[in-house]
């Protein structure tokens, strides 16, 4: 076999891409002890601010220039999308009566929707075998969280999941096309400080800017700051420069079933035969979703114009 026939990695069923589900699915847990000692904006806030002071004290020390206003705008762009949308929904829709059974649905069919919205601008193209992927995926997540839906969520908490959902799908479409070539320290100190002014007012406003001054609140907020936002989020990045949109973004498939896992090992909750049949479908649907028909160049491509 020639040099150019071997198929390129993928970079979501690597270690990066089986990193970032691992690290990203410890912030469910240090985010409910976190909220439970400040408003949801508030925690919020305080998270992507020290966030973009950790990223831009990094691009400082490495004496990275700041890139074009242009691009800095698009990043700009994505942090109000990806973060404050996303986690503003979905704080805001937990507030509001949604269990976290509800929450871990309506983000888990963020796969889904980027798919839909890649292939109806005509910037991807699926094959059958990764549309089966995306269902069976999503199969797995209904199946994960199908015991915890209570079937009694205010239409407010609905709303607001579901403007979560459309943040992370459209910021991960976006930052593809517009916003992955900046450097990656430049590019996050930005997202988080636009995510920090676009959030700020509403935590002033509704929370009074209320936290608790304890380690219960400071300890898990680092963990969100170091392990997830710094930690996270880098992986996020590098997985959306490496790889296609709906490849990368077929990963939430399996959040809410390794949270599962880990709210069993750390939390002693019950795992059910039910969530261990959700995650073997999560996981067979991120493999058949990311895996390029043989003999073919990758099947999802965004990076054209």
Not at 56 to 83: E, F, I, N, Q, W
Not at 128 to 134: I, V
Request: charged letters at 10%.
């Amino acid at each position: 076999m020639s040099r150019d026939a071997v198929p390129a990695p993928n970079p979501a069923l690597s270690v990066t891409g089986l990193s970032f589900v691992l690290v990203w699915c410890t912030g469910y847990l240090a985010g409910k002890l976190a909220v439970t000692h400040a408003g949801a904006f508030t925690a919020l806030v305080w998270r992507f601010a020290l966030s973009a002071l950790v990223f831009g004290g990094l691009a400082v020390g490495a004496r990275v220039a700041l890139g074009p206003r242009r691009a800095l705008v698009h990043s700009a762009v994505v942090g109000v999308l990806t973060l404050a949308l996303q986690f503003g929904g979905v704080y805001l829709g937990l507030r509001w009566g949604a269990t976290a059974g509800v929450a871990a649905l309506v983000i888990g069919a963020m796969p889904l929707l980027v798919a839909v919205i890649a292939v109806a601008a005509g910037s991807e193209r699926l094959a059958a075998r990764q549309w089966l992927g995306l269902a069976i995926g999503f199969g797995g997540v209904l199946l994960v969280v199908a015991d915890r839906i209570d079937g009694a969520t205010p239409w407010p908490a609905w709303i607001a999941l579901l403007a979560g959902l459309v943040g992370i799908s459209a910021g991960t479409l976006y930052q593809k096309r517009h916003a992955s070539t900046i450097d990656l320290r430049v590019g996050l100190a930005t997202q988080n400080l636009a995510a920090t002014l676009v959030l700020l007012p509403f935590a002033l406003a509704l929370e009074h800017f209320h936290f608790e001054a304890s380690r219960a609140f400071f300890v898990p907020l680092a963990w969100l700051v170091i392990v997830n936002s710094v930690g996270g989020f880098a992986l996020l990045f590098v997985l959306i420069r490496r790889g296609a949109a709906s490849a990368v973004a077929s990963l939430f498939f399996l959040m809410p079933a390794v949270t599962a896992v880990m709210g069993h090992a750390v939390l002693g909750e019950h795992l059910t035969a039910l969530k261990l049949a959700g995650f073997a479908c999560a996981a067979v649907g991120v493999w058949l979703a990311t895996r390029a028909p043989q003999g073919a160049r990758a099947a999802v491509d965004i990076t054209r114009p």
